[in-house]
């Protein structure tokens, strides 16, 4: 099927679903809005202050270095470092490869690499290529509820060890892991062994000091806080070294070659300055709007199951509901056409619908990991929009129930 194939089919999608009467966007997970600040400082940037190369010796090279620095700081402000330990990618996913892989390239004498079994992919994944490259990867298992086997950690960290890889918040069930108890148990069977957090997920959500977590490495996304797509960052903890994992002509950065995105980058900075300057304002929010929406689901509709922890150990935004006996695409679509947007517990990889692994960690089966939904409230709905999802959400699990294949379908009606 060619690109223009898949455009027409879109288009007589878009034109046969038409526009819902009210819509509340929770597919926060995977794309957003941008904070009007965000957007209203992108714009001024490439009207004047971002359009020039940073790198270059003139006048508007100069004013956009001078941007992108004033930029800098308003993130490592936010999270207490220093200008020198940011590193731009373009996504989290990339800050994530040149974590896990640049830290492989730089030290080729330790080959053994701990990731936790509900890490992203961006993570797994180029911890399992360097497989092929003879280095051992170990996936350290979680509870039910995804919290880290510390004993694990324990047990097979040792001096071989090159670096551990835990997300400070699962970006698919919140659970808030207990990064500094991580730190201390690897750091006591080895004191050199890099520490990674995947913290595109906690930052605007937990406190986040990488200083006081004393980790070596951080990656963040834009776009997980209300900023622009194509903007993400590495904390690169000063003296931990990485190698290059792409080449080409460097501008302010050596790790990371080609042109900073400086409007994007100045976008980023500006939902961190919101989202950190209104930290607990925000957070209450959006814990008041995520047990409101947990506690109607799980109250007004019989077997469903809530994946992850209750309570302060999960982000404050995370919403993840497994609803027995549905199919979780067909739910999201039936959702779409009320105007509700969510995303499934079901990954598309390579045209076949997977569950997904972090479901599958927490030892959920694969009918509920198919089941699930994801749904991520922000600062900014109201609890008008929950209260729509709460009215809309029964009819909708009711229809996709009624069409279910389940033997036990009886049981649900």
């Not at 929770?26 to 940037?45: H, R, T, V, W």
């Not at 086997?149 to 071989?160: A, G, P, Q, R, W």
């Not at 892991?177 to 906690?202: S, T």
Request: hydrophobic share 40%; aromatic share 6%.
């Amino acid at each position: 099927m060619t690109y223009s194939d898949i455009s027409k089919s879109i288009s007589e999608l878009i034109e046969s679903h038409g526009m819902p009467r009210r819509e509340v966007y929770l597919d926060n997970e995977n794309s957003g809005q941008i904070i009007p600040e965000a957007l209203k400082a992108m714009e001024d940037a490439y009207k004047w202050g971002g359009r020039g190369h940073p790198s270059i010796t003139h006048l508007m090279g100069w004013i956009s270095y001078q941007a992108l620095y004033e930029a800098t700081l308003r993130i490592t402000s936010a999270i207490n470092c220093s200008p020198e330990e940011i590193v731009y990618t373009h996504s989290g996913t990339e800050a994530n490869n040149l974590a896990i892989t640049g830290s492989a390239l730089s030290s080729p004498s330790k080959r053994k690499i701990l990731v936790s079994s509900i890490e992203h992919l961006s993570v797994i994944f180029p911890a399992e290529r360097l497989e092929k490259h003879g280095f051992k990867v170990i996936k350290i298992p979680v509870d039910k509820e995804g919290f880290i086997n510390l004993d694990f950690i324990s047990k097979h960290v040792d001096n071989e060890t090159l670096i551990v890889s835990v997300a400070a918040v699962n970006h698919e069930i919140g659970t808030v892991q207990d990064i500094e108890a991580i730190r201390d148990i690897a750091r006591d069977k080895h004191k050199d062994v890099l520490i990674h957090i995947d913290a595109c997920d906690a930052l605007g959500r937990i406190p986040l000091d990488v200083k006081k977590l004393d980790v070596d490495l951080a990656s963040f996304s834009s776009h997980k806080i209300y900023g622009p797509k194509g903007v993400g960052a590495l904390y690169v903890k000063e003296g931990v070294r990485l190698e290059p994992i792409i080449h080409g002509q460097l501008s302010t950065q050596k790790l990371w070659p080609g042109i900073e995105n400086v409007p994007g980058i100045i976008g980023f900075s500006k939902a961190v300055e919101y989202m950190h300057s209104n930290f607990r304002e925000n957070v209450s929010r959006m814990i008041e709007l995520r047990d409101r929406l947990i506690n109607g689901i799980l109250e007004r509709i019989d077997h469903t199951v809530l994946n992850g922890p209750f309570g302060e150990r999960r982000a404050p935004d995370n919403v993840n509901i497994s609803f027995l006996y549905c199919e979780g695409e067909a739910l999201t679509v039936e959702l779409s056409l009320n105007g509700v947007y969510v995303s499934s517990g079901s990954a598309c990889t390579s045209r076949v619908l997977e569950p997904s692994h972090v479901l599958l960690a927490i030892g959920r089966r694969y009918e509920e990991a198919h089941g699930s939904l994801l749904m991520k409230v922000t600062p900014f709905h109201t609890l008008e929009d929950i209260n729509y999802v709460l009215d809309v959400l029964p009819g909708a699990v009711k229809r996709i129930r009624s069409m279910s294949p389940a033997k036990t379908l009886k049981e649900v009606r």
